[in-house]
């Protein structure tokens, strides 16, 4: 193992590569990355490196959205069917006749879908960014928000907009149950539940805190004090314990307990030896169809303006 990361180390110099971690990864990804970020820190990050070559450590839309801001650099992901539910909830031939059947709508979609469908949206947002973003335009803007139905729920409700939802969903953050959740607040009465917005309606109403990775981690970071009960893919929990090591962090557990149903099984396809490689033969490599990209940039890039 340790020789492995020493291997990684070197190459990651030899080639002026920059290895980007997503939370839902592997501790031991997550270790050796040199940025560990949400998605929105991950575009953010891949905007602005001089590496010539991005190891992408997420799924592969994340590997999409970096090479599109990059068009010149080399993004790799150590396994490409590190995919995602929600992604593949909203094929881009369907969400583009849905847009077509509603004109005058602005478009917003999560950054967890494909770059097609990235190609015929006004702008994207992430799960830190969306309110601000939505916000941003006024309260009678008639918008199409996709693919989540859990995320665009839950920001309706707290804007009071009623922005049109594409029907898809996290097969990670849907199996939540709210019963499991109560039981555990029985035992840990004091405990803050933090939620992911892609979490049921249901759910997140008797969650406190509602955010991307980035939030949850930043408000247990600021309230060390606290106990929490963690409504998101388990990973998160690697750097909440890394930054708060005196603070009890408890995962929500699966619906069906005989199953590791609170762990994106997509994020846990990468590993150190696949890292190492997909560092050493620069292979799989993210390739993103031209003219989709030259499409697809526009609102990637206006959604990292808005996040300024
Ligand atoms: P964040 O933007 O909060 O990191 O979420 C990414 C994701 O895939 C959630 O399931
Ligand atoms: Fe996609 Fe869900 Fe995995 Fe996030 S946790 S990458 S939304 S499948």
Redesign the pocket.
């Known amino acids: 193992m340790d020789n492995l990361k020493e291997a990684i180390k070197q190459l990651k110099k030899e080639k002026n590569a920059v290895i980007l971690g997503?939370y839902?990864q592997r501790g031991e990804i997550q270790d050796i990355a040199d940025f560990v970020g949400d998605s929105l820190a991950l575009a953010q990050w891949a905007a602005k490196t001089d590496a010539d070559i991005i190891v992408m450590c997420?799924?592969h839309?994340?590997g999409e959205t970096a090479k599109v801001l990059c068009p010149d650099k080399k993004v790799l992901v150590p396994d490409m069917a590190?995919?995602?539910?929600?992604?593949?909830s909203c094929p881009a031939d369907e969400f583009a006749e849905f847009v077509k059947a509603h004109p005058g709508y602005t478009v917003i979609s999560y950054v967890?879908t494909t770059a097609a469908v990235k190609a015929v949206t006004d702008v994207v947002v992430t799960s830190t960014n969306a309110r601000q973003i939505v916000e941003s335009f006024p309260q009678d803007e008639k918008i199409i928000f996709g693919p989540?139905r859990n995320l665009g729920g839950y920001i309706n409700a707290v804007t009071g907009r009623n922005m049109l939802l594409w029907n898809g969903a996290?097969?990670?953050?849907e199996q939540f149950s709210v019963e499991k959740i109560v039981e555990l607040k029985k035992e840990h009465p004091g405990a803050v539940v933090l939620a992911h917005p892609?979490c049921k309606g249901a759910l997140l109403k008797l969650a406190d805190v509602v955010g991307s990775t980035a939030v949850l981690l930043k408000y247990a970071v600021a309230h060390p004090e606290k106990e929490y009960i963690v409504a998101?893919?388990a990973g998160i929990l690697h750097e909440m314990r890394k930054q708060c090591p005196d603070t009890t962090f408890i995962p929500a557990p699966p619906a069906d307990s005989t199953c590791a149903c609170n762990e994106?099984?997509?994020?846990r396809l990468n590993t150190l030896e696949k890292l190492y490689d997909c560092l050493k033969n620069e292979t799989p490599e993210i390739t993103v169809d031209p003219e989709v990209a030259e499409k697809a940039v526009r609102p990637i890039k206006r959604m990292l303006e808005l996040s300024k």
């Open positions: 997503h839902y997420g799924v839309f994340m590190a995919g995602c539910s929600l992604a593949d967890n989540d996290c097969h990670v953050h892609e998101t893919e994106c099984s997509y994020m």
